[in-house]
């Protein structure tokens, strides 16, 4: 019954190699969102899906790609991992309205060694 | 561009004692605010959020804050702290006039002794 699930918690692997990020919402949300929440707990946002439809890009490199099989859904695809990209990625979900909160998974940490 | 600023990244209180944490923002049009809570290993979760009803806006766990456009601030008060409080907390800043995004802060970490 957790609104906004994102596996794995945990993701240990090792520079050049490919991984994916799944998160899934059943709050009937129409806006997905990733965040990525560096060492230093900055928050950032990379991308956000409003049914299916990418409208925020920010300047995330293209090794980042995110897929929205439909608007329950958003994973992210990582090409040739770099050390850099070790971090805490969240995914959030909110209807869209801009006073609307986001609701948040519990995060994936994600380490490249 | 939106903005806000969390002045004190780090925050100690005694148990009992009046929490404060500062958030400034900056916004070209009425922003929406709010608050978020990060507990360890964990995501974050709404506190409060002001969006141009009431100026002093209550949130859950006991929390408040002000919303003060000549001060451009929106901070966050508590005014017993409990241990349970300590946490990361955000403040974020949503732009009305564009997409939905929120900017967050850079968040302050509050420590409660006991």
């Known amino acids: 019954d957790t609104a906004v699930s994102q596996t794995p918690k945990y993701l240990v692997t090792q520079m050049g190699n490919d991984k994916s990020i799944k998160c899934e919402q059943n709050?009937?949300?129409?806006?997905m969102y990733w965040y990525k929440q560096d060492s230093k707990k900055f928050l950032k946002i990379m991308f956000s899906?409003?049914?299916?439809?990418?409208?925020i890009n920010e300047t995330v490199p293209n090794r980042f790609s995110p897929k929205s099989p439909d608007k329950a859904h958003l994973n992210l695809h990582i090409n040739s991992l770099e050390l850099g990209d070790s971090a805490v990625y969240f995914c959030a979900s909110s209807p869209g309205d801009r006073d609307s909160p986001l609701h948040f998974g519990n995060g994936t940490r994600l380490t490249v060694t | 561009a939106q903005s806000v600023t969390q002045l004190g990244s780090h925050v100690s209180v005694s148990e009992g004692a009046l929490v404060l944490l500062r958030c400034n923002y900056s916004s070209s049009v009425p922003p929406y605010l709010f608050w978020y809570v990060q507990y360890p290993n964990q995501g974050l979760q709404l506190l409060l959020k002001?969006?141009?009803?009431?100026?002093l806006v209550k949130g859950i766990n006991g929390f408040e804050a002000e919303f003060k456009k000549s001060e451009t601030s929106f901070h966050l008060t508590k005014p017993s702290a409990h241990m349970s409080d300590a946490a990361e907390y955000f403040c974020a800043v949503s732009d009305r006039g564009n997409t939905d995004k929120l900017i967050f802060g850079t968040g302050t970490r509050l420590q409660v002794f006991p």
């Open positions: 002001y969006t141009s009803a009431a100026t």
């Open positions: 899906y409003n049914n299916k439809e990418l409208i």
């Open positions: 709050l009937g949300h129409d806006t």
